[in-house]
């Protein structure tokens, strides 16, 4: 069982909509990861929240947005999605976040953008 | 920059060993180890902090040679579980002697462990 825990398992949207990711983790860790994954890839960073601070934001399109409204808590508010967003969207979290700590990865949201 | 994994792809026998390797362009604080199951998460293998470490974990090790900007991943007596794909993250080296705060992940190694 994965400690860090990722709602919802799958989601469908249209290029309309907006949707968010949720995911939680009560390790007591105080740095939490945003990636993306696309078949046969490996997981590509997006944002990085360290103290509830945004501190590493990967050049990704405004159309993903993140919050962190607590500690143990971190959204990804999604909209007006391409199809190519389509994507295992990851997220993980970390003791801290300069190299020295291993990531805790949830088991992800399929995202799916029709 | 993604570090470079090789191989891409290695089939076993159980019992047989396996050696991926991971290797960088530029200086680097840490190498992490993760193997993700076909439709699972990462999970977290080892981490190399220091030049020339080596940590052992059951029957794989790994190794990393700072001063070559390389580590490997040492598979002996696979089993049918080890099978699914390694991912070698780094932590490039800033300015300052330690991290940007930024795990890269090389393109994965394929591990298939036949009966």
């Known amino acids: 069982d994965t400690e860090v825990t990722q709602t919802p398992k799958h989601l469908v949207m249209g290029m309309t909509n907006k949707k968010s990711l949720k995911c939680e983790q009560h390790?007591?860790?105080?740095?939490m990861y945003w990636y993306k994954q696309k078949a046969k890839k490996p997981p590509e960073l997006m944002f990085v929240y360290s103290y509830e601070k945004l501190s590493i934001n990967e050049s990704v399109p405004s159309r993903f947005s993140p919050e962190c409204p607590n500690s143990s808590l971190l959204n990804l508010h999604l909209h007006a999605l391409q199809p190519e967003d389509s994507a295992l969207y990851l997220c993980a979290s970390s003791q801290g976040r300069f190299g020295d700590s291993p990531l805790h990865f949830g088991n992800g949201t399929r995202l799916t953008v029709t | 920059q993604q570090p470079v994994q090789s191989p891409q792809a290695v089939i076993l026998r159980e019992g047989e060993d396996a050696v991926i390797n991971c290797s960088s362009s530029?200086?680097?604080?840490?190498v992490h180890w993760y193997r993700q199951k076909h439709g699972e998460a990462p999970v977290f293998l080892m981490i190399?902090?220091?030049?020339?470490e080596q940590k052992g974990h059951d029957k794989i090790s790994a190794s990393f040679n700072e001063k070559k900007q390389q580590s490997s991943l040492y598979l002996t007596a696979s089993q049918l579980s080890y099978s699914g794909t390694y991912f070698c993250g780094t932590h490039k080296t800033n300015a300052g002697g330690t991290s940007y705060g930024k795990l890269t992940f090389g393109q994965g190694t394929i591990l298939t462990v036949h009966p």
């Open positions: 190399l902090l220091k030049g020339g």
């Open positions: 390790m007591g860790h105080r740095a």
């Open positions: 530029k200086a680097l604080y840490s």
